[in-house]
């Protein structure tokens, strides 16, 4: 098997090359956005998440961490953060694995059969249980307000909202997010626990 930078270096050139937008960090390979955009036939539908990848020095023998940039409502996404609780990244990574696996099966099985028995976004999982056509009413109000593709043209999609107002705040009372201010938010993966 190739050496963990040369595996790097193939898997992101792979991810490149297929159908998948990607732009990196200040060019570290490591580093770097993937445009994702919603499974058919699901509410997240026609929406497109800007989903912040970074690969440790021991990818692919430790998995990438990854988090969605811009909201996303589900049970297993942290809104704030925009962590993610998948298995197969989590706990279940192998190094057979790589980034196309993310994105073309990973992700869209994740919004595509949510498990709200472990949640990382208690009100989605508790409304998908209760309430499953106003959890998905709720799916579909995040994409137009969070996840349209105009919205990933050049701006922060996670503070973008229809609304605005003067005092700082976005419509929902979140703090809008000053010219070259970064989001505290983060995400974790096993690799991240495992230093801790």
């Not at 509410?43 to 811009?70: C, M, Q, R, T």
């Not at 010219?179 to 096993?190: D, M, P, R, V």
């Amino acid at each position: 098997m190739a050496s963990p930078s040369k595996r790097r270096e193939m898997d992101v050139m792979r991810l490149m090359m297929s159908d998948w937008k990607v732009d990196l960090v200040e060019d570290n390979i490591s580093d770097f956005n993937v445009e994702f955009v919603g499974p058919k036939d699901s509410p997240y539908e026609g929406g497109v998440w800007k989903v912040h990848v970074e690969l440790p020095d021991a990818y692919p023998y430790k998995s990438p961490s990854i988090g969605f940039v811009n909201r996303c409502y589900h049970p297993n996404i942290d809104e704030a953060s925009g962590s993610v609780c998948l298995d197969v990244i989590n706990q279940t990574w192998s190094p057979m694995f790589d980034l196309v696996n993310i994105f073309e099966v990973f992700l869209p099985q994740l919004l595509l059969y949510p498990n709200p028995t472990d949640p990382l976004n208690s009100e989605a999982a508790a409304l998908l249980m209760r309430e499953p056509t106003l959890y998905t009413n709720k799916v579909k109000e995040y994409v137009h307000r969070y996840a349209r593709p105009e919205q990933m043209l050049g701006h922060n999609p996670a503070s973008m909202n229809n609304k605005s107002s003067e005092d700082g705040e976005d419509g929902d009372g979140d703090r809008k997010m000053g010219e070259g201010e970064e989001s505290e938010g983060g995400f974790l993966s096993s690799s991240d626990e495992e230093e801790s």
